[in-house]
């Protein structure tokens, strides 16, 4: 008893790793006739032929019976001739091994290796028929936990591999693996250093196996079907692990479990994972067996009885296409761990049906790489985009996996674009665009040199028919310039032969408005502008880009430009970095509107009631209130009746035009306008927030923005209610209140109560105005202080909310006096809601300090 008790505390801990290395037994399966080694093998039929060979050295002095064993279910022990003894240490089971049909109507398969003692093969004969239900369980439950370990150490495999031969690529190796394999990966580990990364992600491996998509499936299958599977009765209890993460460590601890409820004075069961590496089972074991009693009968399963459940393997991305030529094709794949991370499935190739016959190339799994990799590269396809399927054996069944669209390299397929036929200018670095077919196969791009060589180019596809390319002409003449497009697949590239222009800066003319800083000069290999000049007024070169086949080049003057005259003739001098001087026309236009910002106010549309909010910010704005701006034209002078004023949030949010047309612009005299906004009418209540006005010209030319304040919400406050008692918080009433951040009775609010931002009630417990006064702060302008001056109402004892506790005091509040019918109010540090109950009326439930 007090063993047990000592395992299964063990089991909580350790999850009782399998780190001990057993014996071997190798296994063959033959099916008509087809044989495979148990490696390839997922499942076992009746009729099937087992050849097996225990794998012990010469040197083994320990003798061990091996024994088979078909079951047929929990409720029905298999007969005596279902059990098979195998004397390990005799010479012809040495040198040939043993063959075993699998016998009609078994359900499940499983080996022991007791050691030999009188009456051995007949104690655990009883034993497995006395109790089948027990031995068909465990089964179950180790060929679950042996295909989960088999994933997770083809996982551990790729972790180390990656990290003793690129440490580099370890993180999208591992990542790409876990994912292919289903296991879980601790992002912190790519925080290390690169040399400790392996050791981290090796860590804690109970854990990282995941449920896969296919669990359920495959334990189904080993189940039978029955209720009480092995992943719904494990992966969430507490001793495995619970959560995602636990089938692996569920199974290992139910196994154990079970097995020790036959314990006997001479016999103890100890399972055994069976790990398979071609035609040997590896087994691992979680304890050392025993060879005194009670001695150690090592339980080992093997694959399930029925027929087999394919896997159901996909493309990460079925939408993606792949260039099939490229060396080193992955094809990306998940869905289906035992697919990537054993030999299940074997002999796969990569099937298409082509004009010219179906075509099969070999792929295999590479769970580092994250899919199926060819192990040789696809020939050219008649066709530029076709479909391949993955097809192969899992097992002895045929078996289709997922499919993947490929594009095939095709030669002479790509071209200058039409609108850089003449873009190669000598001197400089180019940008050219060549427009076909598929970018998928494109390996790199070269520029033939005259001395034979070929200067690789920087180039890249920003869609699929497209690709741009940097030429470097800097020290190139003029004269025909190659590139060469090589592609995946294709022995010669493609070539594509341009002439390169030696063009000297051509000018086409300076434009700009009467009065701005800036003008735009465009033409032609600009680059080569030092400056431009005209009446004195110099323009220096600000930013060059281009358009089509015009280069436009922005320049900032040094002085004012409000003395040129619009539409005179006139040329400018520009100045070339290599000396030269060149003529430029000169386009001036009409100078764009200026106006100024006199003054701005606010008028209240409630002349008896004035608003009880008064603003700490000069720059604070309030939305439900009309808004007044003054504004004088500077340019022209005198304001045109067809100009507008745009009003806008800074951020575009929202805009409005104001004009005279509709009366919300009122001309004052010549050169001055009245503004009138309701940003509510104009912006909806949703409407906060910096906004500025800028004028716009009855040709559409628009002026410099001009700042006018940020629009404030104010909350709707109707009445402030409150006791006689100053220590008490009062009751004050309104509409959105939510739109206030908090509440003081001093303007540094050293003692405030802050307001919800989920707040939707009429009431709130504020604390009491010192002179009538409070002081709150608005959610669209928390930074300013404002006060609210509102007349000072009494309100009824029942009706006084409990008093308000400090901003950052841990004390708990008072209750109501002279209450003791109501509840107590819990204990809070600021003052939410109050809800349910109006200002004078008995008994506020809805009151909470």
Known sequence: MLGLLFCCSGLRAHAQAFDL????????????????????????????????????????????????????????????????????????????????????????????????????????????????????????????????????????????????????????????????????????????????????????????????????????????????????????????????????????????????????????????????????????????????????????????????????????????????????????????????????????????????????????????????????????????????????????DNWEGPSYHLHSAQPGIWKVAESDQSALVVGREDALHLEGDNSLCVDKLAMAEPDGHALPLTWKSPKPDALVLSVPLEHAVPGPVTIQIRQFGLEKPDTLTMNAYAEAASLDRLSLSAGDPSALLTGTRLDEVAKATLNGITWTPVALGRMQDID?????????????????????????????????????NLPRPQILLLSKSVQDGNAEAPAPVHFGSADDLPAQQRLVFFFKSKVPTTFPRDEKIEVAAADGSFHSTLALADGSLILEDASTAVGVVEPLARFGPSAFGPIQARPVAANGATGDWLPLGSLVRVPGFRELRCPHVLARPCLLTGSNLFLATAFAATADFNESSAVPPDFAGTQLAVPHPAN?????????????????????????????????????????????????????????????????????????????P
């Open 21 to 396: 290395t057993g014996p071997k037994v190798d296994v063959h399966v033959k099916r008509g006739q087809i044989t495979l080694p148990i490696g390839q093998v997922p499942n076992l039929l009746p009729g099937d032929r087992l050849w097996i060979h225990p794998d012990f050295p010469e040197t083994q002095s320990a003798r061990y019976v091996l024994i088979v064993v078909f079951l047929r279910g929990v409720t029905n022990p298999p007969p005596n001739e279902w059990f098979t003894r195998v004397d390990t240490w005799l010479r012809e089971v040495r040198d040939e091994g043993v063959f075993v049909t699998v016998p009609a109507e078994a359900q499940q398969a499983v080996v022991f290796l007791a050691p030999e003692t009188g009456g051995d093969f007949t104690t655990l004969r009883n034993a497995v028929r006395g109790r089948p239900g027990i031995f068909v369980r465990a089964t179950q439950d180790l060929q679950a936990a042996s295909w989960d370990r088999m994933r997770l150490d083809a996982y551990l495999s790729d972790v180390k591999v990656t990290s003793q031969t690129d440490p580099k690529l370890l993180k999208d190796r591992a990542e790409a693996s876990a994912r292919s394999l289903g296991i879980k990966v601790n992002q912190e580990c790519f925080d290390k250093p690169v040399d400790q990364q392996a050791a981290c992600l090796s860590q804690h491996t109970e854990g990282l196996v995941m449920d896969d998509s296919n669990a359920q499936t495959r334990v189904a299958q080993i189940t039978g079907g029955s209720a009480g599977d092995l992943m719904s009765q494990l992966s969430y209890s507490t001793m495995g692990g619970a959560g995602a993460y636990s089938p692996y460590i569920g199974a290992i601890v139910d196994t154990v479990k079970i097995l020790s409820q036959l314990h006997t004075a001479h016999f103890q069961y100890i399972p055994a994972l069976a790990l398979p590496t071609q035609d040997t089972l590896n087994l691992r074991l979680s304890v050392p067996p025993s060879f005194r009693d009670p001695k150690s009968v090592v339980v080992i399963a093997l694959p399930p009885v029925g027929q087999a459940t394919l896997p159901p393997l996909h493309p990460v991305n079925p939408a993606e296409t792949f260039c099939a030529q490229k060396p080193g094709l992955v094809l990306p794949a998940e869905g289906a761990p035992l697919a990537l991370g054993t030999q299940l499935a074997h002999d796969l190739v990569l099937h298409i049906d082509s004009k010219k016959g179906p075509i099969d190339i070999p792929v295999k799994q590479d769970s580092a790489q994250g899919g199926l990799v060819l192990d040789q590269p696809f020939p050219l396809l008649p066709e530029e985009d076709t479909k391949a399927m993955v097809r192969g054996k899992w097992g002895f």
């Open 552 to 588: 436009q080049l922005s320049m900032n003057a040094d002085r004012s430009t409000a003395a040129l005259e619009p539409d005179r003739h006139e040329f400018a001098t520009v100045l070339l970095r290599d000396g030269r001087e060149l003529r430029a026309h000169v386009t001036v």
């Open 772 to 848: 009538g006064v409070l002081y709150l702060k608005l959610r669209d302008d928390s930074a300013t202080v404002q006060t609210l001056t509102l007349p000072v109402l009494p309100l009824s004892a029942a009706a006084t909310p409990a008093k308000l506790a400090p901003a950052r005091s841990a004390e708990p509040p008072a209750a109501p006096e002279a209450q003791p019918e109501a509840p107590a109010a819990a204990p809070q540090t600021t003052a939410p809601p109050v809800t349910g109950a109006a200002p004078g009326s008995a008994g506020s439930a809805g009151v909470r």
